[in-house]
């Protein structure tokens, strides 16, 4: 989840995402991965069009990430197909029909 940097951790999502969000309707779908990363979306909303941000919490997730970590693939590829990220992707490209849609995972 894109973050205004503190502590000197590094900000350049949040950059970057402030800089296309100056120029162009954002639509952002991300996830968070502690509770006290929830009190960002609020700035999230400001300056994007729309915003969804999932937690990544659960009992679920927690057995996803460990089937990966014993099979020795990606924790990442546990979140991406997320059902409900997948919805909101979909209704948010067939009502705002942007002209280039950016996928990132990071680690």
């Known amino acids: 989840m894109p973050r205004p940097p503190a502590r000197g951790e590094d900000g350049r999502a949040w ?34 069009a729309s915003v969804l941000c999932l937690p990544l919490s659960g009992a679920g997730q927690s057995l996803k990430r460990i089937a990966a970590f014993t099979h020795g693939t990606a924790m990442t590829g546990t979140v991406v197909g997320d059902v409900r990220l ?10 705002a029909q942007p002209s280039l849609a950016l996928s990132a995972v990071r680690q």
């Open 15 to 48: 950059h970057v995402l402030r800089h296309l969000a100056a120029q162009h309707r954002v639509h952002l779908g991300c996830f968070y991965d502690h509770s006290s990363q929830a009190s960002d979306i609020d700035e999230l909303t400001a300056i994007c």
């Open 86 to 95: 997948a919805r909101w992707i979909g209704e948010t490209m067939a009502q």
